[in-house]
Nanobody, 128 residues
Framework: QAQLVESGGGLVQAGGSLRLSCAAS????????LGWFRQAPGKERECVAA????????YYADSVKGRSTISREYAKKTVFLQVDSLKPEDTAVYYC?????????????????????WGQGTQVTVSS
């Protein structure tokens, strides 16, 4: 069973930056992917950034496109999310997610149901 631990959240002023980290353990499959989701109060959980297994395809939600970067250290089972120019609407709990079952290596998995393990989440609060 995969276990994911996020870190790097906190209180930030609008315009600032954050770098979130997620360390995964218990993943025994060679084929796995890690992605980032967020959930604001009263809203559904949404995919913020995702990367295909091959690394050739990357997805960013429109709301963060152009000011976010997802990166990973595959061998260390770690994924990062850098978010710049933070806005109050970025306030949410950010979750790291893992998919360890069958996957297509160039496919972008972007829905909650595509992933089978979740971290506890890290709170990001952006003040105006």
């Amino acid at each position: 069973q995969a276990q994911l631990v996020e870190s790097g959240g906190g209180l930030v002023q609008a315009g600032g930056s954050l770098r979130l980290s997620c360390a995964a353990s218990g993943i025994t499959s060679y084929d796995y992917i890690l992605g980032w989701f967020r959930q604001a109060p009263g809203k559904e959980r949404e995919c913020v950034a995702a990367m295909s297994w091959s690394g050739t395809n990357i997805y960013y939600a429109d709301s963060v496109k152009g000011r976010s970067t997802i990166s990973r250290e595959y061998a260390k089972k770690t994924v990062f999310l850098q978010v710049d120019s933070l806005k109050p609407e970025d306030t949410a709990v950010y979750y790291c997610a893992a998919r360890t079952r069958f996957l297509l290596r160039d496919f972008l998995y972007r829905t909650v149901g595509d992933y089978d393990a979740w971290g506890q989440g890290t709170q990001v609060t952006v003040s105006s």
